[in-house]
């Protein structure tokens, strides 16, 4: 049996016609092609399928879509703005915190969470927020340092101007191993 | 744009000229050049793909028509089919093809020798989760609903779960695999024994001999991705099949052969990998079953497995039960080594010819053995396959003579680090089995991990409860002789130029995330001079690139790294000549780098780096390059199997872990792993700290969290998977993980591309041995058994000998180590 599910999905009003059984997850994955949210373990166990709803990560392999009637979805998708990456996206690709990749959207959306909330967190609070996303690629000390490199970049966001900022906190594209030691 | 305002613009995207007189004053004593890109920490060319969700894995590609696939599984470790009834299946309603193994009646297997199973089971099932029957229907839950329509009788045959009972199967009981000569055990994949040297005479004589009996539990890799597969076979007869695979060259081959095709008329395409870790380095399955189903109804057909279909599929580290002697004398020489290992191999051969030679030829460096015999037997079990996981086959024997290193310097009240370094096997030379050895950066990495670590003030000083132990490994840089026998590269390349100053390079590498298509690009980069952005990489695509042959035995950096510097060093030479003709200078005069071609005398004098390219065009016409690498086929020993492990290059590892024990427990909390590697060159450190981080964390996994372990039958069924979930079976999350600290040596590999070597397994194998000996410094007990989890480290606790070993322990080491940290 199919039924139409209506959702604000990374800003759009989207409505599909999916299997009242699907979750949220399917529902983004095969109904509205939003594929970057991905599939690892279909029951809770993983992460990799963390998106933002109201705000607050859930498991969307675990949320039936009709939880998510009418509420806001944040998909890893809807993370940039237009044209240039989240830092949260850019600090990811500059400390070799997505290796393979598949772990990191739910890791983004569960790190965006927490900057949300706490936009100066410790390494433990890093830690703690990162509790439920498996990634078996990294060891997740080059994703803590993504995180609190990004953290610091929106901080200088806030406090003023944004070029001092980056500056200050961004290592030069072509430093050598030499140059960081 | 016109072409003046294009030139500008790339101009200005081109570095200033004093980083360009930095690069040709400054001194890089190794190369006598300064590199601009190797070595440099820039953002992977898939970074920013990735982080945005934009990445395309298997499972995210939907083809128009496309039909969804499900597998039926033996629900028995061990039995006979004796009928298959489909009818029912195929008529309900939504179902387009359904499949037996009378569809593909040809065996397949990675190694050519030990082809032993077929995508579906033809008459036998040999664990629980073989592939019996598949089908294709219009979605997921019409193909689960007609595989409980399928009809399969079963004769259940006696299972053999235990290595041991494999071994001396009873008087007329059905082996595993039908024996390859008569009279022999059928459920014996390979044994091999090899001697190098008078063991025997060397134990007799040796002033210490260490004993010991170890077992290493298996472990699966579970990458986060679970195997995907879509096949299409098309009206123009062509079949292509996508899948999440770490060989596409070697599923190739095997598609071609097993579904009797032209070869010829067969593409793979590898997208983007979540992972992989040797869990997908050959083929599965559902890579056979979608493209029979495909060719069967003519639609495209995706299977993805399950997470516990990925449990089942397996193909990860091997049980092994060792016996280790170690021979040494008093001032802690290593005499003799005698390794026996009984290999636990599960149900089909996948790897494991190479994993019994693996188990004892790679534990000849970075220590010189006085002599040295392995005797290594792999025997069939009914359990899922185990296979090649990440330091395939050498992660175990590392172990255990790494803690029987540690015993012996226990017993000679010698710092084990000072014990390691006295039996430094040395650089350019060859070990006792006569691999080939050159650069060597052991002594450096002990160096490393010793300081930083605080050794001296830690080792057999914390205060009970809590320890520090060391451990050293050697792993290799991919391996000389190819699985099947040929004679043609390993790896290739090739490299277009566009006249905008865009190159693109068609690698063959497959990029799993270790970030093979990031060394490509920053290769040609440093090369052609050109920025980094303006590299792409097409990868993995039998149809569009050459062939290379996979990313398995960690051999990607130096074989298409070669590959790249051949292919780009032509290109580079071009362009040279031709800028140097128009400026009449020698070409020896001329510099590609950061977007321009320029006068090494004089950097001012220069041109962007697409005006130098349309030089050379003008001057030899289209721009293009192929380049390819082989190995060296003569550096190995001249005996039987001699040149299995031979390698063009050896990583080496050594770690410092820090524990603390809770005595009342049994728990292990690891603090930290200091991980010291011997990459040769850093090719982009960011990238090898990632290797060595994830390498250090999946050891630690493994010593302290993970079992790959089936139930017997008093425990449930037999043969049945105990935890095929990511819960159950524990892969660590950020909490549990320790700190890591990766300290990279480069000792420049003479071979390797700018000297660099493998960084993505060896620095696993150290973990292991570095916990267990760090867990005798905290509580003065030997766990040899793994994983080390809190049952068994509480047991060991209860010998009322451990609290004195532990103080014996302090008392022998911590005197002379006291007084000469006094003396300084």
């Known amino acids: 049996m199919h039924a139409i599910v209506t959702l604000t999905v990374n800003g759009d009003r989207r409505q599909a016609g999916v299997p009242t059984h699907y979750t949220l997850l399917e529902t983004l994955r095969y109904a509205l092609g939003l594929t970057g949210t991905k599939q690892g373990c279909d029951k809770g166990d993983c992460g990799a399928c963390t998106v933002l709803l109201d705000g607050e990560p859930v498991l969307a392999c675990l949320t039936p879509v009709w939880e998510a009637e009418g509420r806001e979805v944040l998909t890893v998708e809807g993370l940039a703005a237009a044209g240039e990456p989240h830092p949260l996206q850019a600090a990811f690709g500059d400390h070799g915190a997505a290796q393979c990749g598949f772990c990191t959207p739910g890791v983004l959306m569960s790190a965006h969470a927490l900057l949300l909330r706490n936009p100066a967190p410790t390494r433990d609070e890093i830690r703690e927020a990162l509790g439920g996303n498996l990634c078996r690629c990294t060891g997740y000390t080059k994703i803590y340092e993504a995180i609190e490199h990004a953290a610091a970049i929106l901080a200088a966001r806030d406090d003023g101007p944004a070029d001092a900022g980056l500056a200050a906190t961004f290592e030069p594209a072509g430093a050598t191993q030499e140059d960081r030691s | ?824």
Request: hydrophobic share 40%; glycine share 8%; proline share 7%.
């Open chain 2, 1 to 824: 744009m016109k072409i003046d305002e294009f030139r500008e613009k790339q101009a200005a995207a081109a570095a200033p000229e004093a980083e360009l007189r930095a690069l040709v004053e400054g001194d890089d004593a190794a190369t006598d050049r300064r590199f601009s890109v190797i070595g440099t920490r820039t953002r992977r060319v898939d970074g920013i793909a990735k982080a945005t969700g934009r990445a395309v894995y298997t499972d995210d590609i939907a083809l128009p028509g496309m039909l969804h696939g499900k597998i039926l599984r033996s629900p028995h470790p061990h039995a006979r089919i004796l009928s298959i009834d489909v009818s029912e299946a195929e008529s309900l309603p939504g179902v387009h093809a359904v499949i037996t193994g009378r569809d593909m009646p040809t065996p397949y297997g990675i190694i050519p020798w030990t082809r032993d199973e077929y995508p579906l089971a033809l008459d036998r099932v040999r664990y629980i989760g073989d592939a019996v029957a598949a089908v294709a229907a219009v979605d997921e839950d019409t193909a689960i609903r007609a595989l409980d329509l399928i009809r399969v009788e079963y004769e259940v045959l006696p299972a053999f779960l235990e290595p041991e009972d494999a071994l001396a199967p009873a008087e007329g009981a059905v082996p595993i695999h039908e024996p390859s000569k008569p009279g022999r055990n059928g459920n014996i994949t390979k044994h091999v024994r090899l001697e190098f040297g008078e063991v025997d005479r060397l134990l007799e004589e040796a002033d210490v001999v260490i004993e010991g009996d170890y077992f290493f539990e298996g472990t699966t890799h579970a990458p986060i991705e679970p195997h995907c597969a879509i096949g299409y076979y098309d009206p123009s007869g062509k079949l292509t099949v996508w899948s999440a695979t770490q060989v596409p060259h070697y599923l190739h081959r095997e598609l071609a052969r097993v579904l009797d095709l032209d070869v010829a008329r067969v593409r793979v395409v590898q997208p983007t990998v979540g992972g992989a870790f040797g869990g997908k380095s050959e083929p599965f399955d559902l890579e056979f079953c979608v493209a029979k189903l495909s060719m069967k109804c003519g639609r495209p057909v995706k299977i993805l497995y399950t997470r516990e279909e990925v449990f089942y599929a397996h193909r990860g580290r091997h049980p092994m039960k060792m016996r280790h002697r170690l021979g040494a004398s008093a001032d802690g020489r290593i005499l003799a080594v005698d390794a026996q290992s009984l290999i636990d191999g599960g149900a089909y051969a996948s790897f494991g010819l190479v994993t019994t030679y693996y188990s004892g030829q790679l534990l000849t460096a970075p220590y010189a053995f006085g002599s040295y015999r392995f005797e290594s037997t792999r025997v069939y079990t009914n359990k899922p396959a185990c296979g090649p996981k990440r330091g395939h086959g050498s992660v175990q024997p590392r172990f255990a003579f790494e803690v029987q290193l540690d015993k012996l310097a226990e017993a000679l009240a010698i710092d084990p680090i000072e014990l390691r370094r006295r039996n430094f096997l040395g650089g350019h030379t060859r070990t006792i089995n006569e691999l080939r050895v050159q650069s060597n950066g052991f002594l450096e990495c002990l160096d490393a991990v010793e300081r930083a670590s605080g050794w001296k003030e830690k080792f057999r000083r914390l205060p009970y409860g809590r320890g520090v132990g060391v451990a050293g490994s050697c792993y290799i840089s991919g391996t000389n002789y190819p699985i099947y026998p040929n004679d043609l590269p390993q790896s290739a390349v090739q490299i277009q130029v566009e006249r905008s100053g865009r190159v693109t390079v068609f690698s063959g590498a497959s990029e799993i995330g270790q970030g093979s298509d990031h060394v490509v690009a920053v290769i040609v980069a440093e090369e052609l001079g050109v920025p980094l952005e303006y590299v792409r990489t097409v990868s993995a695509d039998t149809d569009l690139v050459p062939v290379d042959l996979g990313a398995y035995s960690s051999r990607e950096t130096f074989m298409v790294g070669n590959a790249c510097l051949d292919a780009a060093r032509q290109l580079r030479e071009k362009v040279v000549q031709a800028v140097g003709a128009a400026w009449e200078l020698p070409p020896s005069r001329i510099a590609l780098a950061r977007g321009w071609a320029f006068d090494v005398s004089d950097p001012t004098r220069r041109i962007p780096i697409s005006e130098a390219f349309n030089l050379a065009e003008a001057k030899f016409g289209t721009l293009g390059a192929v380049g390819w690498y082989n190995t060296p086929k003569d550096v190995h020993g001249a005996y039987r199997g001699g040149t299995i492990g031979a390698s063009p290059a050896y990583s080496f590892t050594a770690h410092v872990a820090e524990v603390e024990v809770d005595p009342e427990t049994g728990i292990v909390r690891v603090e930290k792993i200091w991980i010291a590697h011997d990459c040769g060159r850093a090719l982009n450190p960011v990238l090898v700290e990632g290797q060595m981080e994830g390498s250090a964390y999946m050891g630690f996994a493994e010593a302290l969290m993970e079992a790959q372990v089936f139930k017997d039958a008093d425990h449930g069924r037999a043969g049945l998977h105990n935890a095929p979930s990511l819960l159950d079976y524990r892969i660590p999350t950020s909490l549990d993980t320790p700190a890591l600290e990766a300290i990279i040596v480069e000792s420049v590999d003479p071979e390797g591309p700018y000297g660099a070597k493998e960084a993505g397994e060896g620095p696993l194998h150290p973990s292991i041995p570095a916990i267990a000996n760090a867990i005798f410094d905290a509580v003065g007990v030997r766990v040899d058994a793994l994983p080390f989890s809190p049952p068994r480290v509480w047991r060991a606790l209860q010998d009322p000998g451990a609290r004195e070993r532990w103080e014996r322990a302090r008392r022998s080491v911590a005197a002379p180590a006291m007084s000469e940290a006094a003396a300084d």
